[in-house]
């Protein structure tokens, strides 16, 4: 154990277990947070101070502060879940806090150093373990540390001044009535991330970006937008807030799972990278190569393309089911989950709910 270095000032009226259950009954995504919160501070010229774990409520700012003018701004998700003896552990946060740092640079803001971004996340969850979801489900605790520019200026620059902060949502289950396929709305207009920008970054201002585009898929009836690259408009790049993976099965060859290579304006999800090595494990090829649009729909048509899916950590897999576009429409494996899209959710599913081995160490458990 490091020697921590996040005070610890808890809530003397957390709230009661029988009103906590009745949240965890039926949590839903990102609606309710609990007790506590995790804050640490960064100022030029002393760096990252007073970290304190204090009761979760609202921050109090400037209307000048830097963030709500500019938008550097920069987030994370990642989960923890219950074990079966019991016990809590977090997936993957050293790769969250890694991606965390890449972020940073890329908004020119501190990076935080990875212990630093572990150890508050497990301040948080050890003091709110009572909001994990009990062992059985696919129900976890959501995390979100983010990072805001708090200097107080109308000047444009990067800030001088930072707050870093750790919440955590209780997550039920994804698809309530079983896993069902997503609708996809084919963006040819509308572009997430270009060349140089920041779509590699996780930050607010990619998704207020997508947001029109999001709202344009609703109206063509569609539950999420795929992106293709800004430059041709011809590679398919990722969804709102999902990366994409392309199921290949020929007879001669076996069953081959493809995910567009980050080109930079791409978000290299942790799922993603996680699924390359899951599919090695069931025996399927993996790979990163570039897809164009003609070739999902004529692969998709001449039966070598069965399954897509798209990936992140709130619903880990997601089968997509019809695709739309101005031009067109087509619907993957009849519009059902294939059977390589399932088998991949609950092979990675098991290590994070402690069912299955993990084989990659993975799994970060509470001390
Ligand atoms: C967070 C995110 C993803 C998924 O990343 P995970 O680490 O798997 O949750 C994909 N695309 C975008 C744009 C994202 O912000």
Redesign the pocket.
């Known amino acids: 154990m490091t020697t921590p270095t996040i005070e610890l000032k808890p809530s003397a009226h957390p709230l009661s277990e029988a009103e906590r259950n009745k949240i965890l009954a039926a949590p839903g995504f990102g609606r309710h947070f609990t007790d506590h919160m995790v804050t640490i501070k960064w100022t030029e010229g002393r760096g990252w101070h007073d970290g304190q774990l204090v009761p979760y409520g609202p921050l109090s700012l400037d209307p000048a502060t830097n963030v709500l003018h500019y938008a550097q701004e920069i987030f994370e998700?990642l989960k923890a879940y219950r074990q079966p003896d019991g016990s809590v552990a977090m997936f993957r946060p050293d790769a969250n806090a890694r991606r965390f740092q890449a972020s940073a640079r890329r908004l020119a803001m501190p990076e935080l150093p990875v212990e630093t971004f572990i150890e508050a996340c497990d301040v948080l969850v050890q003091q709110d373990k009572g909001w994990v979801p009990a062992h059985g489900g696919e129900e976890s605790l959501y995390l979100r540390p983010f990072m805001i520019a708090t200097e107080v200026g109308l000047g444009v620059k990067p800030a001088n001044e930072y707050l870093f902060v750790v919440i955590a949502s209780p997550a039920g289950a994804y698809f309530a009535g079983g896993v069902k396929p997503v609708s996809i709305w084919l963006s040819e207009n509308r572009v997430r991330a270009v060349p140089g920008g920041m779509g590699d970054a996780?930050t607010g201002g990619?998704y207020a970006a997508s947001l029109l585009a999001q709202a344009e898929a609703a109206v063509h009836g569609c539950d999420q937008v795929a992106y293709l690259d800004a430059v041709e408009h011809k590679w398919v790049e990722?969804l709102?807030?999902?990366?994409l993976y392309f199921v290949y099965e020929d007879a001669a060859n076996g069953t081959r799972i493809v995910t567009p290579t980050l080109t930079g304006s791409l978000?290299a999800?942790?799922?993603?990278d996680s699924l390359l090595s899951v599919a090695r494990d069931l025996g399927y090829a993996s790979q990163e190569a570039r897809v164009s649009i003609d070739q999902w729909r004529a692969d998709t048509e001449n039966g070598t393309l069965t399954e897509v899916f798209a990936?992140?950590?709130a619903a880990v897999i997601t089968p997509v089911g019809t695709v739309k576009s101005a031009g067109g429409e087509w619907t993957q494996s009849g519009g059902e989950p294939g059977k390589v899209t399932l088998k991949l959710r609950e092979a990675l599913l098991d290590i994070q709910r402690g069912v299955a081995e993990d084989t990659h160490g993975w799994m970060h458990r509470l001390g």
């Not at 709102?240 to 990366?243: A, D, F, S, V, Y």
Request: glycine share 32%; proline share 0%.
């Open positions: 998700g996780k990619n990722e709102g807030g999902m990366n978000l999800g942790v799922t993603r990936c992140g950590t």
